[in-house]
């Protein structure tokens, strides 16, 4: 059970980290409205990459939390 927690942080992390350069990516190219939707849709499937920043974020977020309960419940120190 341990071993799945660390696991799915692992995967919280680095999919949160994908989908926020992705969004920031999206975000910084792409210079009018119309284009930068366009390309939301297509790379982010959302309106904009503000929603994606959000949910990045959290899911991030997430991500260290369960690492650090994780690493707590195995019996070793955070620090």
Known sequence: MLKSGKIL???????G????SLALWVSATFET?????AASRR???TENS???IGRA???????IVLGVLAKIANGKSAA
């Open 17 to 20: 980290a994908v989908r926020l």
């Open 50 to 52: 503000g929603e994606v």
């Open 57 to 63: 974020l959290y899911t991030l977020a997430f991500g």
């Open 33 to 37: 409205q119309e284009a930068m939707i």
């Open 43 to 45: 790379y982010l499937a």
């Open 9 to 15: 942080a692992w995967l919280c992390i680095i999919f």
